[in-house]
């Protein structure tokens, strides 16, 4: 069987969509009966991303995948028509529920795009329970079309290795609106600790004191390792790795109560109101206090989420579809 399958994310993010191609990459590599075609479009700049939205995506890719027996986009955008059978991966339904936090060239043409593919894709796979039931509630799209393959965590994540040094919290996440980066450094204030911020640049005039920026895995699993916890306060996750990524490295989490946070916690976690920093502070605290529970708690959640694990399941699909 020959999947095409969509690697644009590779070039345009070093946030969560690249993370989920990388790990499905290398958990597929060398399966019997399973070629997978890298399909692909320019990248970072502006320009490239105004033509691959605009024409690659609707009508480029489903040329590029000519010969596949299927055709896996990893991101809500899908062609226009297609003659493989069309997975349509979708990680988060913000665009539609919270278009107002996204760039304007985003916002118009990533609802068109969802819309769309929502309604031509033959199976679309929703990366929690949680990204499912907004598709159902906010689309119309049958719950039945949906499969449900969670994210896995990368294995650079592990106890094992050199922890960052100083008293701080961390937390990760893109410098734009949903991150709520703000509450999350009163809250680290208001606990009395210092606190960093890992992650790349964004959008919505999002600026935090105590931000490093991007940093390589094997700094962030250390940094992941130093930290009291990591303070994961979103305010809308399709999914949320890096809830896994700190419970993979043995430290405590404290994140966002409800939707997928609290889903991919799985009860190994400090729940708070995202809203209220005073709720945040204190889940910090309680973090400290839990430590020794949460630990492997959060050690056994993420050993849950692997790429191999997602592969299967992906795999599993396209047979059934080509």
Same mark, same amino acid.
């Given at each position: 069987m020959k999947v095409g399958l969509d690697t644009t994310p590779l070039v345009q993010t070093g946030a969560g969509t690249a993370r989920h191609v990388r790990g499905l990459l290398d958990a597929l590599a060398g399966r019997p009966g399973l070629e997978v075609q890298r399909l692909t479009f320019g990248s970072s700049g502006r320009a490239a991303t105004v033509i691959r939205d605009a024409a690659w995506y609707p009508l480029g890719l489903a040329h590029a995948a000519r010969g596949a027996d299927v055709l896996h986009c990893t991101t809500m955008r899908a062609p226009l028509r297609a003659r493989p059978?069309? *997975?349509? #991966?979708?990680?988060?339904?913000?665009? &539609? %529920?919270?278009?107002? +936090?996204?760039?304007?060239?985003? %916002?118009?043409t990533g609802r068109v795009a969802l819309r769309q593919a929502a309604r031509s894709a033959d199976a679309i796979v929703a990366v929690s329970a949680f990204t499912r039931d907004e598709l159902v509630e906010l689309l119309g799209v049958p719950a039945e079309r949906v499969r449900v393959v969670g994210n896995g965590v990368d294995p650079v994540f592990t106890v094992d290795g050199p922890a960052a040094t100083g008293d701080y919290v961390l937390t990760v996440g893109t410098l734009e609106p949903r991150k709520n980066l703000a509450r999350a450094v009163e809250a680290a204030g208001l606990a009395g600790i210092d606190v960093r911020v890992v992650g790349a640049a964004g959008?919505?005039? *999002?600026?935090?004191? $105590?931000?490093?920026?991007?940093?390589?895995?094997? =700094?962030?699993?250390?940094?992941?390792? @130093?930290? %009291?916890?990591? *303070?994961?306060?979103?305010?809308? =996750?399709?999914? $949320? &790795?890096? &809830?896994? =990524?700190?419970?993979?490295?043995?430290?405590? *989490?404290? #994140?966002? %109560? $409800?939707?997928? #946070?609290? =889903? +991919?916690? $799985? @009860?190994?976690? +400090?729940?708070v109101d995202p809203l209220d920093p005073a709720s945040i502070a204190d889940g910090i605290a309680e973090a400290e206090r839990r430590r020794v529970d949460l630990v492997p708690l959060g050690l056994a959640r993420a050993a849950a989420f692997t790429w191999a694990r997602a592969a299967d399941a992906l795999e599993a699909l396209w047979r059934e579809l080509s």
């Open positions: 059978p069309v *997975v349509a #991966t979708v990680h988060d339904a913000a665009l &539609i %529920r919270h278009p107002d +936090v996204f760039p304007a060239w985003h %916002r118009h959008w919505g005039g *999002v600026t935090v004191p $105590g931000w490093v920026g991007r940093v390589a895995d094997d =700094e962030l699993a250390a940094l992941y390792r @130093g930290a %009291r916890c990591l *303070v994961f306060p979103s305010l809308y =996750e399709g999914f $949320g &790795i890096p &809830i896994l =990524e700190a419970m993979a490295c043995g430290t405590p *989490v404290v #994140t966002s %109560r $409800g939707g997928a #946070t609290e =889903e +991919v916690a $799985g @009860g190994a976690a +400090v729940l």
